[in-house]
């Protein structure tokens, strides 16, 4: 069940890093096959300190402290999962992902079709995506695209506390395999969150805000990017309305589709890169969904295609900015 | 086709007085079907029955009957493209894995996953994997989920001498020796990553890579059932008493090709070191010689074994080359559960 924050009662502002503590802890209370593998994520409760005081409750032997193996502990989680347990499996950058692939996409994503619907991997896989924190190359990556390639995996692209929390329960009660992206820059974000017991379904996206001229299509980090862009047009007369998709994987169409047939005007934006990318997937499921509705090409903004640069010059050049999207909506509704 | 022995090529292991020799029989029995169950696959591929390819299990016979019998229903085990002898010795029923590898609708995966992914949770089996060393994550988290779960069950990884060439393998085995989990690793060293002999590919001693992570290991003729039984069992006693992991080496041999098709193999291995395996080393024929020589059967008993496992082989076979297809509607069923 979905409940908005308003709807629910007494709401906190917390941060999108303690929304995550929170769905973890309490899905590891009402669940005891629920526990936590990854490198620092017991006493330290990760460099991002997201799983802080999580270790104190429930134990090491819940909370384990693995070797730098990526690979390893991706695979420990596909067996546990098999056989009983709902491993949450914490993969400190998206970029090391690519030591993780064989395990999820040849492995977890597959057992359940490949042994003809017998056995199940309810196995959640945390990572982080998302640049511009000057941590060059190798630790700055959004893979997301990747994996949401793959049949057999869903993939979870959250922008508040608030879905935060309602999706990663979502996942961790999920029967399959589950990738879960948090933007590293967004663990200090605050929004409301219920403080009542909540789910959000995976699978539907949420329209952050509502408008009439043109649909900003946008996933986790860049959903703040599409809401900032959309404020910034108001004196332009341009009213964006802002589709958060919130899971790339599976991907509510229908929302998306819904948008556009109302506004005539799509941009699609993602902090994957735009070569193949996220955004080319919702480009295209827009223009076939409401092409005959479309009255600009559908636009789409995903991060450069370069290695994400180390000088502070060079990166913010290689991420989506609000002024950038705000610029091409006034383009494609011609206020230029 | 006899399969009795001719010259017995090594003396017999000493066996520990609990191990009841009438159990040997069965040993045999399950042995026996293996190879006629993969001389049968082998025949339904030159046939143009079968779709795809099979990697045939005829000659490492012992190693999948040896370890399996020292396990229980519910302990897991994960296999291998080389994987049909791990999943009969595991208790695998000859009509679906037919049904499976014909692409069936009856077949132990409806047909999704054929050769190399037979999975059966109903006797433990994680899953063949066409992944060489990709199913070392999966035993290993099993391995983890018994001890969290706090079972006395254990797991077993079968994977070949080519699986060590692969790093997950060595990072499940720092981490189940940290953590005393109750999982065998068994190498079936069958000397031949696909194409290429082990010694082209792996340095060192094959054992030490496991020491070297304080994981108890052993290395076994893989062609005496007895002798790997033994090991096996006492190797699985210790880990499902918490005494954590074990290496298995298994010195073995394929008498096939990599896969049916592979046919002509003089480039990389010759006919005379294949005949000595298969005239000498021929695990079924050494646990029959024993059998013969302990007056534990005769060549009446084989006989009569041996045509009754043909005809579960016959049966099976007829069943699978009868069952229908899955229905096509069924190829986006179960991508989710």
Redesign the interface.
Known sequence: MTLTAKESGTTREITFGQAINEALAEEMRRDP?V?IIGEDVAEAGTPFKVLSGLVKEFGT?RVID??I?E???????????????R?VVDIMFGDFLTLTM??LV??AAK??????????V?LVLRTTLGASRRSAAQHSQSLHAWLSHI??L?VVVPSTPYDAKGLLKSAIRD??PVVFFEDKMMYQLKGPVPAAEYTIPLGVADVKRAGSDITFVATSSMVHVALAAAESLGGSGINAEVIDVRTTAPLDKQTIIASVKKTSRAIVIDEGYERYGVTAEIASVIADGAFYYLDAPVKRMGAMDVPVPFSPVLEDQTVPTAEAVAEMAKELCGRL | MARTAKKPAKKPDKQPAAAKDERWLHFYRQMLKIRLFEEEVNQLYLGAKMPGLAHLYIGQEAVAVGVCEALRQED?I?STHRGHGHCLAKGASLDKMFAELLGKAA???????GSM?I???DTGN??A?A?VG?????????????K??GTDQV?VCFFGDGALGQ??LY??M??AS?WKLPVLYVCENNQYNEYTHFSETTAGEVTSRATAFGIQTESVDGQDVRTVHVTAQRLADRARRGDGPAFLECLTYRFQGHHVGDIDRSYYRSKKEEEEWKTQRDPVTLLADWLEKNKLADGKLFRRIENEVATEIKDAVNFALNAPYPQAEEVD?????
């Open positions: 096959t526990f032997q693995s070797p193996s690979a390893g502990i991706a695979g420990i989680g596909v067996g546990a999962a098999m056989t009983g347990m491993p064989d395990q040849n492995q057992i359940h079709y490949m042994s003809g619907g017998k056995l199940k309810p049949p057999g869903k029967d399959n | 897991y994960t077949g132990y995966c409806r047909g999704k996953g992914h999975a059966d949770q994680l899953g994997n992944i990709g199913s070392a994550g999966i035993a290993t988290g099993a391995a983890m989920s018994i969290m779960r797991a790093g997950l990072e499940t720092n981490m940290l069923q179960d991508v989710f559960a």
